[in-house]
């Protein structure tokens, strides 16, 4: 089982409409979930940060966490053209010196005129 | 600007042919670390550093070294560079090893290598 896991898509998803973006983790003990937006051939782009459960909101985006069951999504409402690229979720992996993050290998969003 | 710079931007070398990318950060971070991004593969821990002459492996380590002798640097080496270290290289950053915020890493532009 991977550490963090996403659907790698793509998902298309007509402009104006609600974008979701789920990804489960492995280790019950992570504390820290981020979400990061890649742009074909950029870097990743920290959007989101998440660090107890329930929802945070930011313009567009929320990020949603439910520690029980191991899951984040991100929902990004009214979809545009620029919100097409690769979303990579990531997790903290508990137990080390350092604080580690695992990266899922991220889902590839179309937003369709 | 406060942003995490990687040089070269793309590099083309062959089989054995020692090289070094760097890394440099303007935001005094003390937390830096390597990626390789492959596709279906997603992002790969190669080495990190806690601070400065601290560093230790990430989850793919095989083939690179790195030293961080001051805090704003952290350079990749590829002492005998192999066909299967062709990838995306990413350099990042985060304030300090932690919880919460000071985990949010800024990421550099990126360097393309090709190993023939």
């Known amino acids: 089982q991977k550490e963090v896991e996403q659907n790698s898509g793509p998902l298309s998803v007509p402009e104006g409409a609600i974008a979701s973006l789920n990804c489960t983790y492995s280790d019950r003990g992570s504390q820290s979930f981020f979400w990061y937006r890649q742009y074909s051939g950029k870097s990743p782009e920290l959007i989101m940060s998440i660090y107890s459960n329930g929802d945070k909101e930011d313009g567009r985006f929320t990020a949603q966490l439910n520690k029980a069951s191991q899951y984040v999504s991100l929902l990004i409402r009214d979809s545009q053209p620029s919100d097409s690229a690769t979303y990579l979720c990531?997790?903290?992996?508990?137990?080390?010196?350092?604080?580690?993050?695992?990266f899922g290998s991220g889902t590839r969003l179309s937003i369709r005129p | 600007e406060a942003q995490v710079t990687q040089n070269p931007r793309y590099l083309i070398t062959v089989t054995g042919k020692k090289l070094t990318v760097t890394c440099s950060q303007n935001?005094?971070?003390?937390?830096m670390s390597w990626y390789r991004q492959d596709p279906g593969l997603g992002l790969r821990q190669i080495y990190y550093?806690?601070?400065?002459?601290?560093?230790d492996k990430g989850d793919v380590p095989e083939g690179y070294k790195v030293s961080r002798k001051e805090k704003r640097n952290f350079p990749l080496i590829l002492e005998s560079p192999s066909p299967n270290q062709t990838s995306l290289y990413f350099c990042?950053?985060?304030?300090?090893?932690?919880?919460?915020?000071?985990?949010?890493?800024?990421f550099g532009p990126g360097t393309r290598l090709t190993v023939l």
């Open positions: 935001m005094n971070h003390e937390y």
């Open positions: 990042a950053s985060s304030p300090r090893p932690g919880q919460g915020p000071y985990n949010e890493q800024f």
């Open positions: 990531a997790v903290n992996r508990p137990g080390s010196s350092a604080s580690k993050i695992i």
């Open positions: 550093s806690m601070n400065v002459e601290v560093t």
